[in-house]
């Protein structure tokens, strides 16, 4: 029977603390592993983890302690249950805690056996055995002498009495089942147990195989062999394994291979001389180890090795033999290609110093030189061919307390596939020791072959001088520890190396233990000076000068740091400077003089802030400027812990700001700690997780406060006083900065303002003094007396009255007075004129004069304001003689220019006082955005016609383009021409007409209906006429005669009824309007119907709550609702209760009543066009003429309203009503159906 493990180890934690009197304290286990507790067991104990994991060293706690705080991982048995054990790993960290008591972090997790293993056992100290969960066998071993008899039965070629031997022997041991490939392996362990296994591999080395459910799978398929068993003397062969992969044939094709059909497979040359596994006389001794080719499947030679065993099965005294067969060509390639290359490799020799080589590895340790250079005689002092016959003689040559070492990495290199890197000692034949560092890697060309080339080289003179190094290295230590300046010694990878003897002192520590090994980050983060350390490991130096906290007595110093690499090495040097409160704060003020000196304005502000958050360890640091009108403040610079950030703008209210800008007295203002608590609406203050705040405001020379310099912590500042100081002294030099900076800003300004007025002017503006020196001129004065230099300009020549006058002549005469202004024309090219108006003002003195001149080209002006005049006499012209309109110019802002017309009468409007307004502001929004859409397009130089209303008037407008004298559209020309009474008539015609055809479509189908239904009982009466027995009354025939001639009159009189209903619908008088609930109607109607609403069982259901009410007559909705009901009824379905569901709801200028029934439905593909005519019906099943439908539509039709069905058949129908509602004659008398 199998014993299969029920239980499977998850990811378990568990926390142990180790208290400073060495006690143990289990604090947290996870509940995965509480499911493996027995019954009364404590998992509080050692005891619990050491059955468990019994093969661990004891107590389990304190082993477990030491060994995960060195963090070396373990693997080790892991007991299931009293059957079965699996494998687990366990590892883990140690951190130590302030109270010096340190917790211990262990996780524990299911491991895959070692590769090599295949089968195992556990023994117990009292001969149990725990089998290994993997095992898969068909029943339990429970004992030594068990596990004994399954491998005899399982390799019954196995010596019984030396297997027994091996089996009672309590020695780490080991006992070759098939050579090279399969062991069996005996190891004792901690406490009285021992572990047997079933290897792969050589009982020297095993295999790297991953083991697999199926022994024979795993033997026989990942090894990559082929295995044959078989009778000597016997052609029949048994096969199996990875026959497919070596030679291509499938294992059904291989199946019936006999001895022969093997033979037929190898190379002729190789067959004569080989003695292979297959041969009739084999010694029992003999293992069988050839190589030859053979043909695969595709027709091609390989080589192979043929590794074969011969054993005697003493059941059947037979002679048996087992053998693996493996593909070697890969080897056989790499020895032809190091023959083809071995003069590459002398050559290579020749470069390389010290001994090159290629090793070929197997399994078992196996392992042969296949190259050797001849640097081996220098090196090693022995020849190559030494080292090509026996790798032995070099392991030899090693030092005996390094072989070991050695041959360990050559090993787990091997099995990793990883590249073999040692440093060592030989002892050479001489007695000489050398030191020798080898490497070597796997060539990958060779797939499944491991040839590996590397070399040693000799590198005795590099330790010589790394013993010299640490000599002086002790010896700078020395130094080190006795220096008067505080030293700390780290890595490059910011790890704490040493501290000296008055670093200690300094921090009170009585050794270096509590700090070396720990990360500069975890004491310096968020510190100040940390940077200067961030700057050394990046650049080799970093500087901080400034207040320091010790991490463990929170001891607080002013300090200089200086911090540098040493030359050619790892190691960073900091010296710490001891620093006054004085020297500290003087050493900032220069610092700041340095600065101000050679920066101005902003980037002294911003490199201030930087360095007052490095310097004094602030966190932020902020200037800036006090803005009265709004009560805010600018920033002008800010910073945090030495970087800037970008500018804001900070609202002073409720903020200890506003304290120092409002406060009366200048002082700084210092809140320790908890500002955030004390100032709790300032938002930024909570959002920074700001502790400490510093302050004060900034005057100028008037003391007027003009801004603030602030200092902000995340933590309580710890020297207010010299912050303080710092505060008052750089408060006066920044506001001095500031008056600078801004009386700059203004110059800039003014100057800024003048050049834009001087060039920005569309006139000429030049000075000249009293000598006529021309000292200022814009650019607009060479354009407009079209010149080409200033030289020219004092020599032009004016017209004044029909006189040429020169313009200096002009200045000259003006100068006389303060300010003179006149008009002048000055001649240009073509025999054109420029009207100008000059004006002169004078400055200054009669000694000391300047003259400003301005001369503004008007002619384009004058040529305008004719051009206007005689337009407006133009439009006015218009506008007087125009019926019902106006005239009007927009510019192209659409603002009136000009308006007049006979409209504005009757209006009673002013046009005059649209003049400057704009055009679209008298009309509604939608009126207005269509008119602007086009006159955007009037703009664009299209003409239009459009219609708008305005005062419940309608208007056609024109809008025409006018352009300037440029050719450019500036202007509009809109006519508008009220059109009201014209469009009243044109509604009134459409409506006749509509009228007229809805009459005259009436009448056709009245004519058609009475011609049609009257014409029937009238022939009727006419024919009972004619067989009328005049002559002889009593004839018994005449009484036949008048029963017909009664049933023809009474249809004529119900047609005739019918058709006078329709008629009084369309003479009806305007009926009576009312407020109307639509539910109260429904009610009313329920009432009136309430018979056949029981009888009939139908469901009524109604949603009124989107329109509720309307405003109609009472008995036309009435009957509306009547007809749908009867309707419902007596069209229902004949297989489910009848229900009607009706709701309202508005849509647009529509109320819309829908009444949906389940009716029996309604063909409307067939029947649809004649839904609503008159005496349609379509069910014979119903009683009735086919006049309701037609009454309800003409009726609804009769105040514009539409009747629309949707229907399907079977299903039922739904008829909507769209009704508008009517205007009340006197809606607060008006009485109501509701009341």
């Not at 067969?325 to 390639?333: H, P, Y």
């Not at 930087?610 to 966190?619: A, P, V």
């Not at 086009?934 to 003409?943: F, K, N, R, S, W």
Request: glycine residues 6%.
């Amino acid at each position: 029977m199998v014993v299969e493990a029920d239980l499977n180890i998850e990811n378990i934690l568990l926390t142990l603390k180790k208290h400073p009197n060495q006690r143990f304290e289990l604090l947290y286990l996870s509940t995965a592993l509480k499911k493996f507790l027995n019954e009364g067991e404590k998992e509080m104990q050692d005891s619990f983890f050491e059955r468990l994991m019994p093969t661990l060293d004891r107590p389990f706690f304190a082993k477990m302690f030491a060994t995960v705080g060195s963090g070396v991982q373990i693997c080790t048995p892991f007991v299931l249950n009293p059957y079965m054990f699996t494998f687990a790993q366990l590892e883990g960290c140690v951190i130590a805690q302030e109270d010096k008591s340190y917790l211990c972090n262990i996780l524990i997790f299911q491991q895959p056996a070692p590769k090599e293993i295949h089968l195992s056992w556990l023994l117990t100290p009292t001969g149990e055995v725990i089998c290994y969960e993997k095992n898969q066998l068909k029943k339990k071993l429970n004992t030594l002498r068990e596990i004994q008899y399954f491998l005899l039965e399982r390799f019954n070629f196995l010596n019984s009495n030396d297997l027994e031997r091996f089996l009672q022997s309590e020695a780490n041991s080991k006992f070759e089942i098939f050579s090279k490939q399969l062991f069996i392996k005996s190891e004792m362990l901690q406490n009285g147990h021992r572990m047997i296994s079933i290897c792969y591999g050589s009982a020297d080395n095993e295999l790297d195989i991953v083991d697999e459910e199926v022994y024979d799978q795993v033997i026989k398929q990942q090894s990559g062999a082929i295995y044959y068993e078989h009778e000597i003397g016997n052609k029949v062969v048994r096969w199996s394994g990875a026959i497919e992969k070596v030679l291509g044939y499938t294992q059904a094709e291989f199946k019936d291979f006999s001895v022969l059909d093997w033979s037929d497979l190898i190379h002729p040359d190789d067959r004569g001389s080989l003695i292979t596994g297959f041969d009739e006389k084999l010694d029992l001794e003999q293992t069988l180890d050839v190589v030859y080719r053979m043909r695969n499947k595709a027709g091609e030679y390989i080589y192979v090795h043929d590794l074969a065993k011969p054993f005697f099965q003493s059941a059947t005294g037979k002679m048996f033999v087992l053998g693996a067969i493996r593909d070697i060509s890969e080897l056989k390639q790499a020895e032809m290609d190091l023959l083809d290359n071995k003069s590459k490799l002398k050559e290579l020799t020749g470069v390389v110093p010290g001994m090159v080589y290629m090793l070929k590895r197997g399994v078992g340790g196996f392992r042969q030189f296949m190259f050797v250079s001849e640097g081996s005689k220098q090196l090693f002092e022995v020849d190559a061919s030494v080292f090509t016959d026996s790798v032995q003689s070099l392991i030899e040559l090693i030092h005996p307390e390094d072989v070991e070492e050695v041959l360990r990495i050559d090993e787990e290199s091997f099995l990793a596939g990883t590249k073999f890197e040692s440093h060592f000692r030989i002892i050479t034949p001489s007695g000489q020791t050398k030191w020798i560092y080898g490497a070597s890697n796997k060539l990958e060309q060779y797939e499944n072959e491991y040839i590996w080339a590397g070399f040693f080289i000799d590198i005795t003179y590099t330790k010589e001088k790394e013993t010299e190094a640490q000599f002086n290295y002790l010896k700078y230590r020395s130094l080190y520890e006795e220096s008067p300046l505080a030293i700390i010694q780290f890595d490059s990878g910011g790890k704490i190396q040493g501290l000296n003897k008055r670093l200690l002192q300094k921090l009170k520590l009585d050794n270096e233990d509590v700090l070396v090994g720990k990360d500069l980050r975890e004491i310096l983060d968020g510190k100040p000076a940390y940077k200067a350390f961030q700057d050394a490991l990046r650049t080799g130096e970093g500087f901080y000068e400034g207040p320091y906290l010790t991490y463990y007595h929170k001891i607080g110093y002013y300090v200089r740091i200086t911090v540098k690499s040493i030359e050619n090495s790892e190691i960073l040097l900091a010296t710490i400077e001891d620093l006054t409160e004085q020297e500290f704060i003087q050493n900032i003020l220069n610092k700041v003089a340095d600065i101000s000196a050679q920066l101005k304005g902003t980037e002294f502000f911003n490199k201030l802030c930087e360095l007052l958050t490095q310097r004094l360890g602030i966190r932020y640091c902020m200037i800036g400027e006090f803005l009265p009108k709004s009560g805010d403040i600018r920033t002008l610079a800010v910073a945090k812990a030495g970087q800037l950030l970008p500018n804001f703008n900070y609202p002073l209210e409720h903020t200890p700001c506003s304290t120092a800008i409002y406060h009366a007295e200048h002082h700084p203002v210092i809140i320790r700690d908890g500002v955030a608590d004390e100032y709790y609406k300032d938002k930024m203050l909570a959002d920074l997780k700001i502790v400490s705040y510093g302050a004060i405001s900034i005057l100028d020379a008037e003391d007027n406060k003009i801004g603030i310099l602030t200092f902000m912590d995340d933590k309580p500042m710890e020297n207010e006083e010299n912050i303080s100081k710092i505060l008052k002294i750089l408060g006066d030099r920044i506001g001095v900065e500031m008056q600078r900076v801004k009386y700059e800003q203004e110059l800039v300004t003014t100057n800024h303002l003048q050049q834009a007025i001087l060039n920005g002017a569309d006139y000429a503006i030049f000075s000249v003094d009293n000598h006529f020196n021309i000292n200022l001129i814009n650019a607009k004065t060479l354009e407009i007396f079209n010149i080409d230099n200033k030289d020219q300009l004092l020599d032009i020549r004016l017209i004044d009255k029909n006189k040429l006058i020169r313009l200096k002549s002009l200045i000259a005469k003006a100068s006389r007075s303060k300010n003179y202004s006149s008009y002048f024309h000055l001649p240009i090219p073509e025999g054109e004129h420029r009207e100008l108006k000059i004006s002169v003002v004078t400055l200054g003195d009669d000694r000391d004069s300047n003259y400003v001149i301005f001369a503004d080209d008007i002619t384009e002006r004058t040529s305008a304001e004719k051009k206007l005049i005689e337009s407006e006499q133009l439009y006015r012209s218009i506008a007087e003689n125009f019926p019902k309109g106006t005239v009007d110019v927009l510019d192209k802002d659409l603002r009136y220019i000009y308006t007049e017309g006979k409209e504005y009468q009757h209006l009673g409007m002013n046009p005059k006082e649209l003049i400057g307004s704009f055009h679209l502001l008298k009309y509604e929004a939608e009126v207005a955005v269509e008119a602007k859409t086009h006159l955007d397009a009037v703009l664009h130089g299209e003409t239009v016609m459009y219609e708008i209303t305005y005062g419940g008037q309608y208007y056609l407008k024109s809008g025409v383009p006018l352009t300037n004298a440029d050719g450019e559209i500036d202007r509009i020309l809109l006519v508008t021409q009220n059109i009201t009474e014209s469009k009243k008539s044109e509604k009134e015609r459409e409506k006749l007409i509509k009228d007229l055809k809805s009459h005259n479509e009436e009448l056709q189908r009245f004519a058609y209906i009475v011609s049609h239904n009257l014409r029937a009982p009238i022939v009727n009466i006419s024919a009972l006429l004619n067989l009328y027995d005049e002559e002889d009354p009593a004839d018994p025939e005449n009484k036949e005669v008048i029963e017909n001639l009664k049933i023809s009159t009474e249809l004529l009189s119900a047609t005739l009824m019918d058709l006078i209903e329709v008629v009084s619908i369309k003479k009806q008088k305007v009926p009576k309007v009312e407020h109307l609930s639509f539910q109260h109607v429904i009610n009313n109607v329920e009432r009136s119907l309430y018979q056949q609403i029981v009888e009939s069982g139908v469901k009524i259901t109604t949603d009124f709550k989107e329109a509720p009410d309307i405003n109609y007559v009472y008995s036309h909705l009435e009957n509306f609702f009547l007809n749908f009901l009867t309707n419902a009824i007596k069209y229902k379905h004949p297989e489910r209760p009848p229900a009607l569901h009706v709701e309202s709801y508005k849509m647009g200028e529509f109320h819309v009543i829908a009444f949906s029934d389940n009716g029996i439905g309604l063909d409307l593909e067939r029947y649809g066009d004649r839904l609503f005519g008159l005496y349609q019906r379509f069910h014979s099943h119903v009683d009735g003429k086919g006049l309701g439908l037609y009454l309800v539509r003409e009726q609804i039709r009769a105040f514009d309203g539409d009747l629309t069905v949707e229907s399907e058949l079977g299903k039922g129908t739904t008829f909507k009503v769209f009704l508008k509602s009517m205007a009340l004659k006197d809606p607060v008398t008006e009485p109501s159906i509701n009341s």
